[in-house]
């Protein structure tokens, strides 16, 4: 018995020994998560309704195959007809047919004209009718159009808003796109006495819109957001600014959606650039135009391209293209 007793006491502090040794061990070393890749740069076109100038198709054509010619993530067209074109099925067949050539995504967003101005054979509003029906040609489904396409969100997906398959918004290395119904002859608010419905129940679907997008950059920190429109809300503007130069009516109708944009915006750490179709005073080459972290474009080119370069102090720049408008 004493033989053995001594071996177990050696044992025994030898084990405390390495014990404390271990308590004054370094920590084992924990690897470390790896960090999110770059987003790379991009770049996506934009057709600047060339149309709205009185020119014919050939001009759009030409644009469409500019504005495609670097390999752009995406095009965007603001408008299919103008104003002057006939509202007819055989006049959107042939322009979805067009656009549908496009050799990358091809997202389509309204213009006033291809709709708001429509009249019926009686010489009466048609505007409700033919909106309805270009949603049924260009917003069937959950992509864009294009030879090669892109899968888009669209707000119709909510059963609240089902109608509203024109809103829509995808995304591209951390950077939020969408496309909002806002045609530029004041938001198609019209003056006269109980003929509001389609601006007052637009005007809820574009606001629960803007609340969805805003909150979606937010939530998975977007770097941007972009807004392609028909309308010029103002957003950058001075408040002394008249957006209504031209109509009789004191309503601004896009009075509540600039209040809103610049309530979300002052918000969000990233940037929010607007694009929309209207020439604006500009001459030559499109730019943008900058208040705080709001950017906007009037589409003054027939084309153009914006580079997106993730990271940088200057998250957006655009190079204009054909600009040579008809007189």
Known sequence: MMRTARPRRVLLAAALALA?????????????????????PFAFGVIGHPLQHGRDEAV???????????????VVATGIKAASEPCSDKLYAQRRALLN????????SLAGSDWSACLNSAGRSNAIERLNRLRELFYADSESLGVRRIQVTRLSSTA??????ENAHWEVNKVLFATINLPANNNHYRPEAGRNSEYED?????????????ALAERQKMAGLVLFSDGDPGVTAEESFSLLPSFQSKQDGFAEVRKQIRTMAAKYKGKVLLIDAQ????????AIQWRGNVGHVNMAADWAEVRVTPGAAALFSIKGGSAEHAP
Do not use: D
Request: a positive charge; charged letters at 15%; glycine letters at 6%.
């Open 202 to 214: 637009r005007l809820v679907a574009n606001r629960a819109w803007l609340h969805r997008l805003f």
């Open 160 to 165: 609240k808003f089902r109608s509203y398959a």
């Open 20 to 40: 404390a040794a271990g308590a004054h061990a370094a920590p084992p070393i924990t690897p470390m998560a790896p960090a999110t890749p770059p987003q790379k």
């Open 279 to 286: 020439a604006g005073a500009q001459n030559g080459e499109p």
């Open 60 to 74: 759009l054509k030409r644009a469409l195959v500019e504005a495609s010619q670097n390999y752009p993530a995406f």
């Open 101 to 108: 050539e496009s050799s990358g995504p091809m997202v389509v």
